[in-house]
C-alpha cells in the first residue's frame, strides 16, 4: 500500500510540476526561516544556563522608590554578601564580584595588553560558579593577595603555549603571580572576564570592600531549590533596611524618610533578557525580540502552509473524477485520506530537506547579522532534531487534513457525471481559500508596517540632533596612564599637529551612560522642603578644558572650563539643562555646588555654566540631569577631533608619538560615531531580520497567490473564451479575473491595522525618543500590498487575456 501511494504521489507530481514546485518552495522558505529563528532564540535562551546549579544562583538588586524617583540597581554594596549569608540561614553561599571602571595594562616580556574584563571577585568565587580550573590550584588560586587567575585565551595572548603557573605578570604598576588557569566563560553568559584577581588583594591595600559605600559590587546567592528562594525573598523583604544597614538592633532612625526599598531576586538564567537595571555589567539583549522573532518565524511558516493547503485544496478538485473511479474500483474513505495525506508529508519531507540546505547556506550570513556563533550541529543542539519532528509532522497533518477529508467523502456517481464535487463543498473550499488569502496578506501586511516602522524609527536616531558632533572623532584610551601630567604633555603635541583641530581628556564619552556619584547642592534642601542631608546622586562626567571644542557641546549659560581661570579643576562646575529643569534651578550660574563621592572632605565649589542637553546615553533613555567637573583621576580617554583630511596618516603619526611618550602603554583606539551607532546594534539587527523574513513572507504569499491566480484562470478559460467573442475587452477580462483578489488584499489590511498598531506602538514606546506611528505608513502599506498583489495576479490574468478565443473554446 506504501508502495503504490508513494508511486502515484510522484506521478502526480511530475504531471504538475509547476505547482509541486510552488508548494516545496513556500514550505522550504518557510521551514528554513522557522530554523534560523530557532537557533537564534534557544542561544538567546541559554545563557547562563552551562553554570552548576544555574536554576539556583539569583543576582541581588536593589530598587529604592520615593520622592518622585524610581531606581532599580544591578550593584550593591560591599556588605551584602556576607551579611546575608550570615542573617539567613536558606542562603547556602553567597558571593560578591568587582569590576574594574577603567582598563589595566597587563604585561609580560615584551607582551602589551589593554584589559576591560578584569574582574575582582570573592575567593569562592570558582567554586561558587563551578568554573573549571585547567592549571593551578583550584582551592587556593584566589586566597591572598598579588594573585591572579587567567582565562585559557588570555594566558595563551601572554604565555602561548607554555604553562603560567607560577609566572610573574604585572597590571598596571603591580606584579602579581599567576595562581591559576581557568576556562574562557561561553559567549551566552551575562558577563565575561579575561583575568581574576582575590578580593583579598583590594583587602591587603585597605580598600573597604566589605563595608557599606558605594554601590560597586555584584551580589549572588546560591540557595539549595527554589522552595529557599522564595522563603529567603520573604524574610528578606520583611528586613530591608536590616539588610542594608540603615537597622541596627531595632534603632530605625537611619532609614531615610520617604523612601521605600525592595530586595528583588533576579534569576541568573533571567538576567540577559531582562536585566535592565542601573549598573549593568554589560549590555543586555532584551525578551522582546524573543517574543518578535518568534513571531515573524511562525507569520513565515503559516504563511507557507496556508499556500499549500490553498493550492491542495484548489487543484483537489481537478482530481475528483479520479477519486471517483478509485472509490467506484472499492477504496475507502481511509484509503483516500491516507492517499492525499500522504501526499502532504512527502511535500512537507521534501521542503524540509531543501529548507536544512537554505539554512547551511544562509547561517554564515545570519550570524554575521546578529552577532551570533550559531552552527547546525545536531549532536550539540538535539532539540533542534526534536523541532523539525514536531515541525514536520504539525505541518504535514494540518496541510493535508482538509483536502483528503473533503475528497474522501464526497460521492463518485456525482462526480464522474460532472468533475466536480457537490455544492456544499465547493462554497466551503471557496469561502475557506478567501480566508486564507485574508490571513496571509494580513500577516504579510502587519510585517510590511513592522519593517517601514523600524526602519523609519532607526533614520530618526541617525538624523536626530544629539547635542553633539559624533563624526571625525577618534578616542584614545589612557585608563593606564597614571601620570596625568604626561598626558597632559602629550595631548599638546598632538594639537600642533596641522590635522588635529583640538583634543580633550574625559571619562565618558557620548554612548557610555555616566554613573551616578554623590553631589549636594547646597540650600535645595530648604527650596523643596526635604530635612536632613541634602546629599544626592546625580550622573557625573569627568572633562578637562577643551571638552567644549572637542564634542561640539553648546554652552546655554556662563562659561566653559578655561585654563584662565586657575581655580578652575578645585572650584567649577556645569550643569546641563536637565539638571536646571529637573532641580527647579532657574539661573544656576553662581550657585554653590559640592562633590562628595570619595572624598572625605567635600569639592565645593560654584556652578559656572549650562550645558545644552546632550544624550550621553542612547535615544532608549531621556537625558537625565548631569554635572561636569574636572577631575583627571578619572579620565579614561583622549578624544581628538581630526580634520577631514589624511585621517588615516595622523592616526599614524599619533601612534608614533604615542609609543615614544608611553612606551608599556598599548596604543588602542577607535571611532566615535562608530562606537555610538553600535547602542542600536540590536535594532539594526532588528531591522535587517524583519527586513529579509518580512520579504520571504511577501515572496511566499505571493508564490501563493500567483498559483492560485493561475490555477483560477486555468478553470475560467473557456469562460475567457466566450467573453473575448461576445467583445469584452482586455481591460474588463483582466479587471474580471482581479478584482476578488483585490478585495481580499483590502480585506487584509484593515485588519492588519490594529494589531500592527498596538505592538508597534508599545515597541516605539522602549524608546524616550521616537517617531510618530501616523496613519501614514497604514495607507503606503496598503497601496504597496495592492500594487503587490495586482502585479501578481495580473501577470496570469494579462497571459489569459491573450488567449486566442478559439483555442480557449477548444480547452478540455
Not at 513571531?295 to 473524477?321: D, E, Q
Not at 541617525?462 to 595631548?491: A, C, M, P, W, Y
Request: net charge neutral.
Amino acid at each position: 500500500m506504501i508502495k503504490n501511494i508513494f508511486k502515484t504521489t510522484v506521478r502526480y507530481f511530475l504531471r504538475n510540476k509547476f505547482f509541486s514546485a510552488i508548494n516545496v518552495l513556500g514550505l522550504a522558505i518557510g521551514i528554513a526561516t522557522s530554523i534560523l529563528i530557532f537557533l537564534f532564540v534557544q542561544d538567546e535562551l541559554s545563557y547562563d544556563k552551562h553554570f552548576a546549579e544555574a536554576e539556583n544562583i539569583y543576582r541581588l538588586e536593589p530598587r529604592y522608590t520615593g520622592h518622585g524617583e524610581d531606581a532599580h540597581w544591578a550593584a550593591t554594596q560591599g556588605d551584602l554578601a556576607p551579611r546575608v549569608k550570615s542573617m539567613f540561614p536558606e542562603v547556602e553561599d553567597a558571593i560578591k564580584l568587582h569590576f574594574f571602571y577603567n582598563d589595566v595594562v597587563g604585561s609580560y616580556q615584551e607582551f602589551s595588553f589593554n584589559e576591560s574584563n578584569v574582574l575582582i571577585a570573592d575567593t569562592n568565587f570558582l567554586k561558587f560558579f563551578e568554573i573549571p580550573v585547567l592549571q593551578g590550584d583550584a582551592i587556593n588560586a584566589l586566597k591572598g593577595p598579588n594573585k591572579v587567575v587567567l582565562s585559557q585565551s588570555t594566558a595563551k595572548r601572554y604565555f602561548g603555549p607554555a604553562n603560567p603557573v607560577g609566572k610573574s605578570i604585572k597590571i598596571n604598576e603591580t606584579n602579581y603571580l599567576v595562581a591559576a588557569v581557568i576556562n574562557d566563560l561561553p559567549a551566552n553568559t551575562h558577563f565575561h572576564y579575561d583575568m581574576v584577581i582575590s578580593m583579598d588583594d583590594f583587602r591587603a591595600r585597605g580598600v573597604p570592600c566589605d563595608e557599606g559605600g558605594p554601590s560597586a559590587y555584584y551580589t549572588y546567592i546560591r540557595f539549595k531549590d527554589k522552595a529557599s528562594a522564595e522563603t529567603f525573598s520573604r524574610k528578606a523583604q520583611d528586613h530591608a533596611w536590616q539588610v542594608f544597614g540603615y537597622e541596627v538592633a531595632g534603632d530605625d532612625s537611619n532609614i531615610p524618610e520617604g523612601y521605600e526599598l525592595k530586595l528583588m531576586l533576579n534569576p541568573v538564567t533571567n538576567i540577559h533578557l531582562n536585566g535592565h537595571a542601573e549598573k549593568e555589567i554589560e549590555a543586555n539583549s532584551d525578551v522582546q525580540y524573543i517574543y518578535i522573532f518568534s513571531i515573524v518565524a511562525f507569520f513565515v511558516l503559516v504563511i507557507a502552509c496556508i499556500n499549500y493547503m490553498n493550492l491542495t485544496t484548489a487543484k483537489s478538485f481537478k482530481r475528483a473524477r479520479e477519486v471517483g473511479v478509485r472509490k467506484v474500483l472499492g477504496a475507502g474513505r481511509r484509503k483516500i485520506f491516507m492517499q492525499f495525506i500522504s501526499e502532504s508529508y512527502l511535500v512537507v519531507f521534501i521542503a524540509v530537506c531543501i529548507s536544512l540546505l537554505l539554512v547551511w547556506l544562509v547561517l554564515p550570513e545570519f550570524n554575521r547579522i546578529t552577532g551570533k556563533e550559531l552552527s547546525m550541529d545536531f549532536f550539540k543542539t538535539p532539540a533542534l532534531i526534536f523541532a523539525l519532528l514536531i515541525v514536520y509532522a504539525l505541518i504535514g497533518f494540518i496541510s493535508g487534513w482538509y483536502p483528503s477529508i473533503v475528497l474522501s467523502r464526497f460521492r463518485p456517481l456525482k462526480v464522474l457525471k460532472s468533475n466536480t464535487l457537490n455544492d456544499s463543498s465547493n462554497k466551503t473550499a471557496l469561502y475557506l481559500r478567501r480566508g486564507l488569502v485574508i490571513l496571509q496578506f494580513a500577516i504579510s501586511v502587519v510585517l510590511i508596517i513592522g519593517a517601514v516602522t523600524v526602519y523609519r524609527q532607526l533614520v530618526f536616531i541617525q538624523n536626530k540632533k544629539l547635542g553633539f558632533d559624533k563624526e571625525q572623532v577618534v578616542l584614545l584610551k589612557t585608563s593606564g596612564i597614571h601620570n596625568r601630567e604626561k598626558l597632559v604633555t602629550f595631548k599638546n603635541q598632538i594639537k600642533q599637529l596641522a590635522s588635529v583641530e583640538t583634543a580633550a581628556a574625559t571619562s565618558i564619552i557620548p554612548g557610555e551612560r555616566a554613573p551616578f556619584l554623590t553631589v549636594r547642592i547646597p540650600g535645595l534642601e530648604q527650596e523643596q522642603g526635604n530635612e536632613g542631608d541634602d546629599a544626592m546622586n546625580m550622573r557625573v562626567m569627568s572633562a578637562d578644558e577643551d571638552m567644549l571644542a572637542t564634542f561640539g557641546f553648546k554652552i546655554s549659560a556662563g562659561r566653559t572650563f578655561s585654563e584662565e581661570f586657575g581655580t578652575d579643576p578645585e572650584q567649577a562646575f556645569i550643569v546641563n539643562q536637565a539638571a536646571v529643569e529637573a532641580y527647579d534651578l532657574g539661573n544656576p550660574v553662581g550657585a554653590r555646588f559640592e562633590y562628595l563621592y570619595g572624598l572625605e572632605e567635600p569639592k565645593a565649589g560654584k556652578i559656572v555654566g549650562v550645558v545644552e542637553d546632550f544624550h550621553y546615553a542612547s535615544l532608549h533613555a531621556d537625558v537625565e540631569p548631569l554635572m561636569i567637573h574636572i577631575m583627571p583621576p578619572f579620565y579614561r580617554y583622549l578624544a581628538v577631533r581630526l580634520s577631514g583630511e589624511n585621517q588615516l596618516k595622523t592616526i599614524s603619526t599619533i601612534e608614533e608619538k604615542w609609543h615614544a611618550d608611553f612606551s608599556s602603554q598599548p596604543f588602542d583606539y577607535f571611532f566615535l560615531d562608530s562606537f555610538y551607532d553600535n547602542l542600536y546594534k540590536s535594532e539594526m539587527n532588528l531591522k535587517t531580520v524583519i527586513t529579509y523574513f518580512t520579504f520571504l513572507a511577501i515572496f511566499i504569499a505571493c508564490l501563493g497567490l500567483f498559483g492560485l491566480a493561475a490555477y483560477i484562470t486555468e478553470l475560467r478559460t473557456k469562460e475567457i473564451g466566450i467573453r473575448k467573442v461576445l467583445g469584452a475587452s482586455f481591460g474588463s477580462i483582466v479587471f474580471s479575473l482581479s478584482k476578488e483578489f483585490i478585495v481580499l488584499v483590502i480585506i487584509a489590511n484593515m485588519l492588519a491595522w490594529l494589531p500592527a498598531w498596538y505592538y508597534l506602538d508599545n515597541w516605539l514606546n522602549t524608546f524616550a525618543f521616537h517617531i510618530t506611528l501616523g496613519v501614514g505608513v497604514f495607507v503606503v502599506t496598503t497601496l504597496v500590498s495592492l500594487l503587490i498583489a495586482f502585479f501578481t495576479v495580473g501577470a496570469q490574468s494579462t497571459k489569459a487575456a491573450f488567449i486566442n478565443p478559439s483555442q480557449a473554446l477548444k480547452y478540455e
